[in-house]
């Protein structure tokens, strides 16, 4: 049977993509270089499925390896989850996210392309739109004016996408722009585990919960929102997984053609907000203090995310509580 080859497979959205796409009944080849992962992951991925991947450890840079997995595997598609994505990281270490975000998947499409392999579902991010044009966020909005080289790593691979598409129109390609992932697999077996001390809210909000951190800062109280604080799509990660299976039936049916979707839930919720939701479903309070805002952050930020569910047949349907719910569960399990 043809594999699903998911790099990055290990990590936070491609380990609840393996689930998922195994729970559809796929076979998956893996690769990951545990960057920001752990290999305990692989055995949670059976825990929770009850069946096993074909993985490779290593890196996307090293073409003798994806040659040997592209040789020893029949791949029908790639899904690309390799990527650094700190925005404040990125920053202190452009040279590291371009090479890292932007040459391994060059690397990869190389490979793809000798071995005739043309379906390729690409992780984007809602940071290509820059501070948007308007809100909601559809496809057709301006991307570019991103603010961090993770945010312009994602926009100069979407040009790569496109320009392989025009010149070769048997390509067949998916990119989908998260928006704020969070949460966790219901079992608490898998989740999101920054390094360190988490850049993103979610995960922040957890530690802290968890006695882990003392108090959660708050970025700011003086932008154009209810409450004056930012305004995000959370996206919880089990519906993000399941918007990948139907990405490749979506590219089983078509062929060939290039196609982009938002993936967000359409809804917006500020900071104190989540605040309020993830200190209300898990009967905990969680310390907060409101500071200056975070440089490079924008006030309002949420999807129109129709076109996926017109044409995918897909939308979210779980709600802020059980991102809170999952979110914590998973972090006391650990
Ligand atoms: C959300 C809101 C902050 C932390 C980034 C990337 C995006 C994606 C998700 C990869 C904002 C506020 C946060 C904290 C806070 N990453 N906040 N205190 O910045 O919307 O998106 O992560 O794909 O590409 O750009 O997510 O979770 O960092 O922030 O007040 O300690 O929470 O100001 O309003 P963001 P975030």
Wanted: glycine share 8%; net charge negative; aromatic share 10%.
């Amino acid at each position: 049977m043809k594999k699903i080859f998911i790099t990055g497979c290990t990590g936070y959205i491609g380990s609840h993509t393996c689930v998922e796409l195994l729970n559809a009944g796929k076979k998956i080849v893996g690769l990951d270089n545990f960057s920001n992962s752990k290999r305990e992951v692989l055995d949670k991925i059976k825990q929770i499925t009850g069946k096993n991947i074909t993985f490779y450890e290593g890196d996307m840079l090293d073409k003798t390896l994806l040659e040997k997995i592209f040789t020893e595997n029949e791949i029908e598609m790639v899904i690309d989850f390799a990527a650094y994505k700190s925005v404040g990281d990125s920053v202190s270490k452009p040279i590291e996210y371009y090479v890292n975000n932007v040459s391994s998947v060059l690397s990869l499409l190389q490979v793809m392309k000798e071995h005739n392999v043309k379906t390729f579902i690409f992780s984007s991010s809602a940071t290509v739109y820059g501070n948007p044009e308007m809100i909601p966020i559809t496809e057709n909005c301006k991307i570019g004016g991103t603010t961090n080289p993770y945010g312009t790593s994602k926009l100069y691979v979407e040009g790569i996408l496109k320009d392989l598409y025009q010149s070769d129109h048997s390509w067949n390609i998916c990119i989908f722009r998260y928006f704020n992932p969070v949460g966790a697999h219901q079992s608490g077996l898998i989740g999101e585990e920054p390094n360190g001390i988490p850049a993103n809210l979610m995960p922040f909000i957890a530690k802290v919960a968890n006695k882990e951190l003392e108090c959660l800062n708050v970025f700011g109280n003086d932008y154009d929102t209810k409450d004056g604080t930012g305004v995000r799509d959370y996206i919880h990660i089990i519906d993000l997984a399941k918007a990948h299976v139907c990405g490749v039936e979506k590219l089983n049916k078509e062929k060939h053609g290039l196609y982009i979707y938002n993936l967000g839930t359409g809804a917006g919720y500020s900071v104190l907000e989540m605040v309020e939701a993830f200190q209300k479903v898990n009967n905990i309070k969680v310390p907060y203090k409101i500071v200056g805002r975070r440089a490079g952050d924008i006030g309002v930020c949420y999807a129109d995310s129709s076109l996926a569910e017109k044409e995918l047949n897909w939308k979210a349907e779980l709600g802020i509580e059980d991102m809170c719910r999952d979110a914590y569960n998973y972090i006391n399990k650990k």
